[in-house]
């Protein structure tokens, strides 16, 4: 084979056993790899509860991991999301695809619970279950420290044995990934880590013709003031975003009571480079480089988290974000969401946390301690339990990051269509409505969102599927990827197959979401953004959203999207896709 | 989207690149709608039907693009066109020539790439966002099909080699040309003194750029250096319509609000960073990049390579301005390392494949009249070469 290895890992945690797969030609082909292949291994096991000890816990990567591709080193993590119930996934980069490819394998199935703590190592084809009881409850900079050794390294941290519902997994001792809490997933199994190394390499159908088209992406990022212009996130981080979302007035402030943070100024990529003086660097295979090592060794805050320790809560002292975002490593859990839920919490008792607060919350949170526990629940059961669900500011029962929906339409309906909850990464219309790529489109109308959105899902599920990092598509196109994908793996394909395949794996989580009690109604966003509007400066008014423009722009993408007038998934729009689903919640 | 697949099937028109009354222009919204009646719709629709695009264009380029589309696109080799100006080798990569009018064969072209030229017929172009980039592939092409024309004629008729069908094309394509630009009213004079006049005055000379013909909407970039801030226009912006679309860059780098300017950005503010001069102007005149492509070099190992656009090492010019190579953006090539070194003791500079760069003191008097000289000195010069 090329581009894949041909081969899945599957762990049996219970009986500490281990079966390897080799999945036909055609089921590669169809799924990809990554979010679509890791899909189609939940599938039959979705509707289980996420703590059974028989729901699959799916690492995967693409085709072009471990290949020339640009921005190679991509995979997926997927299960049932502990936080909200819906399919659970991220992608995430780092060198831990890479390794995987290496090692021989296209992805892991993890299933069972181990009776003690354990550590999964692998090497090529030699797979040991390690005993790890002693590391229970280490923050996860030590634990990275004693295993960096083994290979590339994926922990749990102290937060997901504190039964945190947005832990997440740390990835070489410094990159997030899985948001929606796929850290429980290690804490249900009794996992504490999974270190892999290998010393093979994935073979390539055609170099030569792989060379050309990489070279072409390369070109586009190139030209992207994104990616890697002067003031672009390869130049900054992601942070790059935080002065232009606060100019478009859509800086989530205050929980989302506000959209523009007055020290927003101080605050930027400009003076966290001038006080931290970062160096850059970023996941195997990446030529962008969209991360920050500050000189002390603590990793710089992306935009997302910057946005939320700092004008979601009011907060103004740069060293307070840098200390949050290293707790939330430290402690293994999603930064946004923690964040969220605390300006959740200040809202509710009517007094934001100052900075000593905000990091001692989050020591309580990471512990389980105090109120630490209730806030761990997550924004939308903490304020449920507080008989104020209205202060929680998430889609679907996850946290909404820094993009403020009334200044972006494409994004509001993105989040509420988002098939793993509040989550900007599925369309990312940011790329047009802020950015102008691949063209602007008018942030503040509905017309033509639908159907962008609907688009634009479908792309981002063939991108993780292949696997390729969500920002080179700010530049480059499927069109380049289908040369990627064919000179790898020496299938034909064209950009318009691969949105077909993306359509497919999207609506194949739809039908999961649906199988698993979602409704077309959760497809919505909190009532505040159609209620307030957000801060506007005279000449820009930010008016609340127009529930019934909203409401119209849904309607129009259920049914382009293939759903029925209620938003639920049919039989014969899967029959269309060539999903075998019988349109019943149990079929 | 009513008012946008007008506005692009209308710009089209006025701006002299498809033929009046033949621009289809259809858009997915709520339901397909386009821009007129026609009786080709049915089978547009059809294509429609089998690509997951949001807009698609089919139009007659006008004179004198159309001669030149058609002759390239009936002699091609293999069914593609590759021409060699940086806009298709950035985004467009290569452009595939249909012969036959069938639904099937164009959705199969149209799933790889944004374009296909139907000889005789016209250009079908798509968008996945909005009808807007049909528009712009569509006036991509056009230009590269114009640049190669005129480039190819040029190296044809140097080697000896150019055939009768080809003189023809060029003869008709000729007559049709525009007769050389010339501006009579002045833009606003420097120095500004203000931000707003600052604002005006760009709007101004990117107009003027564009009525000029020395840049199609949508492409080239404008910028203008006050109080220690670039005013650049955004990326993806139609130089004549530069209202909303200019970014203000802090050159101290302290703010990074200006992540949407041009992605020429790095370079403006390394010209700027010289001291001589406030403002720059970029378009991407036709015969000043057909000039560009024009080498005789026979043995050059670069050249052999088909790495000209990187790292041409001979120092070339025409109209008396400096050619160099480079790439859109900040690569290793990327034009921001050439372009400002050679602008320091030229009027303009002619990047390889690509368009030109001039600047002035104080306003965009100077900027505008240099890249309108130097256009007509290659137009002049081309046909003293042949
Ligand atoms: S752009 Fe950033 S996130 Fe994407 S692959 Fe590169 S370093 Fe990783
Ligand atoms: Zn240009």
Redesign the pocket.
Known sequence: MNGWRGRILRINLSAGQWTVEHPDADVYARQIGGRGLAGSYLWDEASRPWDDPEMPLLFFTGPLVDTASPTSGMMTVMSRSPQTGTVGDGSFGGSLGTALKKAGWDGLVITGRARTLRGIEIEDARITLVEAAPLSGRKTPELYARLKGKGAVVLAGPAAEAGVRYANLIVDGSWAAGRNGLGLLFAAKNLKYIAVKGSTTTRVADPGALKRAQEDVQRLLSASPFLLGDLGIGRYGTAALYDLIDARRMMPTDNFRRTRFDAARGMNAHAFHKRYAPHRTGCLGCTILCKRIASDGRILPEFETLAHFSALLGNAEMETVMEANRLCIELGMDPISAAATLSCHGEIRRRHPGPREILSLLQDIGAGRGIGKALGQGAAVYAEQCGKPEAAMAVKGMELPGFDPRGAYGMALAYATSTRGGCHMRAYPISSEILRKPVATNRFTFSGKARMIKGAEDLFAAADSLTACPFVFLAASLEEYARIFTAVTGLETSADDLLSAGERIDYSERIMNFRNGFRGTDDDLPARFFEEPGTGNGHLEIPPLDRDEFLKARAVYRRIRGLDSEGRPTGEKAAELGIAWSGEIGG | MDRLIRKYADKLVRSGLAEAGTPLLGAWDVELIWNREDEMRPLIEKIFAGLHISALLFAQPAEPYRTVVDFLARTAPSGVLRPED?ETRTFLHDLPVVTTFEAEKLIQVLKKRKCAILPGRGIIACGTVSPEQAFVTFSSACFACFVKFFADVLRDVRAGSSSPAQQAAFRQAVEHLDPPAQRVSPLLRGPFRDEATVLTAMEEAGKATVDCGLVDSY???ISCLFEDILYISQTGSSLDELQGCIDPVPLDGSSCAGITASS?LSAHRAIVARGTCRTIL?G?PKFSVVLSLACGEKNCEVGLKRQCHLCCPRPRRAAGVPIVPGE?GTGLHGLCHTVPPALADSRGVIVYG??VFTAGRTDFNGALSSLLEIEKGCREEYFARL
Do not use: K, P, S
Request: net charge negative; charged share 10%.
């Open positions: 940086t492409f080239g970039n020429e970029h991407h859109v690509h368009g």
